[in-house]
C-alpha cells in the first residue's frame, strides 16, 4: 500500500542521511581535553534532552503537521551541527568549551526527541487491525535499520579526510572541518523528500484511497530495503566479532 511505502520511504531516506561526525569524540577528548566525566555527562544530559524534547512534541507541537516539524526540526538541526565548526575554530562567545559543547551537540538529541512521537505515531496508524504487532515490529525494524546504516556510511565517510588523532593532535584540523561540513550538509539534505510524509493522519488514510495504493513496485522496493539493510547489519556484525579491525579501524 502506499501509505505503508512512501511515509516509512521517507523515514528510512531521513534516518539514513542521518550521518554522524565519527571522528567529533576523539576530537573533545584529544584536543578538548574532555574528561571520561565530562564525556558521561554530555550522555546524561542527552538522555535528558531527549525526553524533553518527546514531552515538547506532547505539549506544545502535537497540532503541527508532520512536514512542519521535520522541516523546522532539521533546520534547528542544522544550526546546532554548524556550531561545531565555530568550536573547532575556538570561537565560543566567551563560554567553556564544556559548556558550547552543550549547545551544539547535546541539542541534537532534544531535537530527535521532537521527532520521535510524529514517527511513531504515523507508524501506530499504518498497522492494520488485527496484525498490529507484526507490523509495528516491521515498521520498527525499517527505522532501526536505516540509523544501522547511517553509521556505516558514518565510518565510511570518516575515511574521506585525514582525521586521525595524530593529524588533530599535530595542529591540522582541517580535515575535520571538512567532514563536519559534509554530515551537516547530509543530515539536512534529508528534508528535499519531506513531501514524501504525510501533513496529518487524515492525509495518511487519504493514501489508501490513492490509485497507486496497491503498487506492487513500491511494496516490492520498500520489502527489498529492509531485509537488504538488516542483512547488512548482520553481516557486519558477524565481521565484526570474528574479524576485529577488518574495516581498517583500530582494534
Known amino acids: 500500500s502506499r501509505a505503508v511505502w512512501q511515509p516509512m520511504g521517507f523515514v528510512y531516506l531521513y534516518n539514513v542521511l542521518q550521518v554522524g561526525n565519527a571522528a567529533w569524540r576523539e576530537y573533545l577528548m584529544t584536543i578538548l581535553g574532555f574528561t571520561d566525566n565530562q564525556m558521561n555527562s554530555l550522555f546524561i544530559i542527552s538522555v535528558v534532552l531527549l525526553y524533553a524534547g518527546v514531552m515538547a512534541y506532547k505539549y506544545f507541537f502535537i497540532k503541527w503537521s508532520w512536514r512542519s516539524v521535520y522541516i523546522i526540526t532539521t533546520m534547528l538541526n542544522t544550526v546546532f551541527s554548524s556550531l561545531q565548526v565555530l568550536l573547532i575554530y575556538g570561537i565560543t562567545f566567551g563560554l567553556s568549551p564544556f559548556v558550547f559543547a552543550l549547545g551544539d551537540d547535546i541539542f541534537a538529541d532534544f531535537i530527535g526527541g521532537i521527532q520521535f512521537l510524529p514517527t511513531t505515531i504515523m507508524m501506530v496508524n499504518l498497522c492494520p487491525a488485527g496484525s498490529e504487532g507484526a507490523s509495528y515490529a516491521m515498521f ?8 544501522h546504516m547511517s553509521t556505516a556510511f558514518s565510518t565510511i565517510v570518516l575515511k574521506i579526510w585525514d582525521v586521525s588523532k595524530e593529524t588533530m593532535m599535530g595542529g591540522d584540523l582541517s580535515g575535520l572541518v571538512k567532514l563536519t561540513i559534509l554530515t551537516t550538509v547530509l543530515q539536512t539534505s534529508g528534508i528535499l523528500f519531506v513531501k514524501l510524509l504525510p501533513n496529518t493522519k487524515e492525509d495518511l488514510v487519504k493514501l489508501h484511497k490513492d490509485k497507486y495504493s496497491g503498487s506492487k513496485i513500491g511494496g516490492f522496493l520498500f520489502l527489498t530495503i529492509t531485509f537488504l539493510s538488516i542483512a547488512n547489519a548482520l553481516v557486519v556484525s558477524f565481521l565484526n566479532i570474528v574479524f ?6 583500530s582494534r
Do not use: D, L, V
Not at 140 to 147: E, R
Open 244 to 249: 576485529p579491525g577488518w574495516a581498517g579501524e
Open 140 to 147: 520498527t525494524t525499517m527505522n532501526n535499520s536505516a540509523m
